[in-house]
């Protein structure tokens, strides 16, 4: 089959995501005769691709579980079944990649949380303190009182429920 921007591929594959289930379209231009094949990928979730050589050509199918050989596409040459048969396999490969992630917003998502995880830790890592070095700062320098400010100083006498500075009240006391 030949068109005006050259050879037609072949086999066209995709798998196509509904609200109810994912199923995958193939379509085998090469085989004898023409076929557009979609099979429920969400409700047939084992199961074999195969290519089986028969009398007058190749055969490319589906086995389930108990072993029942159910032919899709008949083939003349082993080569255009080879390739229709990769490119099958290829498809179904990346289908199962992409579930592990999701597909369009879940994936959106996956990846929003990435950036927001490693921007926490990098945050995380730039504020971390030097070794040895304490985790509080403080702005006050604390000084110890001269002895002339010890000397100008007494004890103030504290009673219950008068608020006293605290200037007056922590006094360091003389050797």
Not at 12 to 37: A, E, G, H, M, Y
Not at 116 to 121: E, G, H, I, P, T
Request: proline share 6%; glycine share 6%.
């Amino acid at each position: 089959m030949l068109s005006i921007f050259g050879r037609e591929k072949g086999v066209c594959t995709k798998c196509v995501r509904s609200k109810s289930s994912v199923c995958l379209v193939v379509s085998l231009q090469t085989s004898q005769p023409p076929v557009t094949w979609q099979f429920d990928l969400e409700k047939n979730t084992n199961f074999t691709v195969v290519l089986k050589n028969e009398n007058q050509g190749w055969n490319l199918g589906v086995t389930s579980p108990e072993g029942v050989f159910t032919p899709v596409a008949h083939f003349i040459t082993q080569y255009e079944a080879e390739e229709a048969y990769k490119a099958v396999q290829k498809t179904l490969m990346n289908h199962g990649c992409c579930n592990v992630f999701g597909n369009g917003w879940m994936r959106f998502f996956l990846i929003l949380a990435v950036i927001l995880l490693a921007f926490f830790l990098i945050g995380s890592w730039g504020h971390r303190s030097e070794p040895g070095s304490d985790h509080m700062r403080s702005d006050v320098i604390l000084t110890p009182q001269t002895s002339e400010n010890q000397q100008q100083k007494q004890p103030v006498e504290m009673k219950d429920g008068v608020p006293l500075p605290a200037d007056e009240v922590l006094i360091v006391p003389s050797d």
